[in-house]
C-alpha cells in the first residue's frame, strides 16, 4: 500500500508492479465493510441504508464516488495523476446522474477525508457548470484544509485505526508515503505558533515543519512539497451545509518527554469532536462562508458530543444529517 514520490513528476504513484482498481465504482453500495465479520457500519453505510429506506435507490436515484484514501486533491500548480483521473469520472458520474433523473441537479454528501476530496471536485469544474448540475453540498465532518492534530501523531507514532490489529509502529512507514497525511497536516493558519510537539529538549508549532520532518527522517524532496503548499481555501460557490460535532476532548499538543517518537504520546485535550480540533474547524467554516457575500447560501451546524466517526452512525446525529439532506431535496 505504501506511495513513492516521484521528485521528477513531482506526484506519488505506486510501487512498481502495484495495480489499484476501483470496482463498481458509480455504486453506493461501494462504502461497504471489507470484513464480512464486522458489526461496525462502515462511513456512510447507515446515511445510505436510510435513504434506501426512502426509496432512493442504487444507481437509479442514489450513487458512490469512492476514492484512493492514499492520495490527496492536488494544490493549485501541484500534479496529481490520480486525482486527475478521478474528478473526471466523478464529473461523467455527476453528469449521468441528473439526466437519469430529468436533468435535475444533483446533492453531494461527503464524510471526513471525504469532505476535502469533494470540494476539490467542486472548486476544479467551471462555475457555470456547478450551477447547472449542484443543487446542494452536504459536508459532515469534513477533513478542513487548516489540518488536525491526529494525523500529525499518526505520522510521528503511527496509526492506530487503519489496521487495528497491527501495532501503529509497524504501519508507521507505509503511513508516512501517503500525500493524504502531509496534506492534513496542522496549519499556521488554525495552530498559529503554538507548540503542538513537545519535548524536553525541543518544541515544534505548525511553522517548524522543516525540522520536524526532518527530524522524523523524511525524504527532502516531501518535505520541501509540503513546505510549498500554498493554503488556498475557496467557497464551492454552490448551496452548502456544512455539521460537525462539537463538545468531545480532542488532542492539541502531544507530549514526547525524551523525544522518542516510537513510544505513544502524552496527549493535551481541546474541544472538537474527537479528531477535527474545533479552532480548525471554526477557521474552515469562517473560509467557506465567505460564499454568502455573493448571496450563495452557507449554513454551519453544530452537534453537540457527537464524534467524527460517529456521527453518520448515531441516531440523534444521523437524524440531523438526514434532515439536511432531505431539505436540500426538497
Same mark, same amino acid.
Given at each position: ?6 521528485? @521528477? *513528476? ?34 456512510? !453505510? ?6 434506501? *429506506? *426512502? ?5 437509479? @436515484? ?25 474528478? !473526471? ?10 439526466? %437519469? ?26 462555475? !457555470?457548470?456547478?450551477? %447547472? ?13 487548516? =489540518? ?7 505520522? @510521528? ?56 520532518? @526532518? !527530524? ?42 525524551? =523525544? ?25 467554516? %469562517? ?44
Amino acid at each position: 500500500m505504501r506511495l513513492i514520490y516521484d521528485p @521528477t *513528476l513531482n506526484d506519488y504513484r505506486n510501487l512498481p508492479g502495484v495495480e489499484t482498481r476501483v470496482p463498481d465504482f458509480g455504486s453506493a453500495h461501494g462504502f461497504t465493510s471489507k470484513n464480512d465479520s464486522s458489526r461496525i457500519p462502515t462511513c456512510l !453505510a447507515r446515511v445510505r441504508e436510510e435513504l434506501e *429506506l *426512502l426509496g432512493y435507490r442504487d444507481g437509479d @436515484t442514489l450513487f458512490g464516488a469512492p476514492y484512493d484514501p492514499r492520495h490527496a486533491p492536488p494544490l493549485p500548480g501541484q500534479p496529481s495523476q490520480v486525482y486527475s483521473d478521478y474528478f !473526471a469520472r466523478v464529473k461523467d458520474l455527476v453528469e449521468r446522474a441528473s439526466e %437519469k433523473n430529468q436533468n435535475k441537479p444533483v446533492i453531494l454528501v461527503a464524510h471526513s477525508f471525504g469532505g476535502k476530496v469533494i470540494l476539490g471536485f467542486v472548486n476544479s469544474t467551471p462555475v !457555470a457548470w456547478r450551477k %447547472k448540475f449542484i443543487k446542494h453540498l452536504v459536508l459532515v465532518s469534513p477533513t478542513p484544509p487548516e =489540518g488536525f492534530l491526529g494525523v500529525l501523531v499518526s505520522l @510521528t507514532s503511527g496509526p492506530s485505526f487503519l489496521v487495528p490489529s497491527v501495532p501503529p509502529l509497524l504501519l508507521r512507514q507505509m503511513w508516512r508515503t501517503f500525500a493524504s497525511t502531509l496534506l492534513s497536516l496542522p496549519s499556521p493558519m488554525a495552530f498559529g505558533h503554538r507548540p503542538i510537539v513537545i519535548t524536553n529538549h525541543k518544541n515544534y508549532s505548525a511553522y517548524d515543519y522543516k525540522d520536524f520532518l @526532518t !527530524a522524523l527522517g523524511l525524504n527532502t524532496e516531501v518535505v520541501k512539497r509540503v513546505l510549498s503548499m500554498k493554503l488556498r481555501i475557496d467557497p464551492p460557490m454552490v448551496p452548502t451545509t456544512y455539521l460537525n460535532g462539537i463538545g468531545v476532548k480532542t488532542p492539541e499538543q502531544v507530549v514526547y518527554r525524551d =523525544g522518542n517518537f516510537d513510544m505513544a504520546p502524552e496527549k493535551v485535550y481541546g474541544d472538537g469532536d474527537g479528531t477535527m480540533n474545533l479552532f480548525s474547524v471554526l477557521a474552515f467554516v %469562517k473560509e467557506l462562508s465567505r460564499q454568502q457575500e455573493a448571496s450563495i447560501p452557507f449554513k454551519f451546524v453544530e452537534i453537540a458530543n457527537a464524534t467524527h466517526f460517529d456521527i453518520v452512525v448515531q441516531e440523534h446525529s444521523l437524524k440531523k444529517v438526514m434532515d439536511v439532506i432531505l431539505e436540500a431535496n426538497r
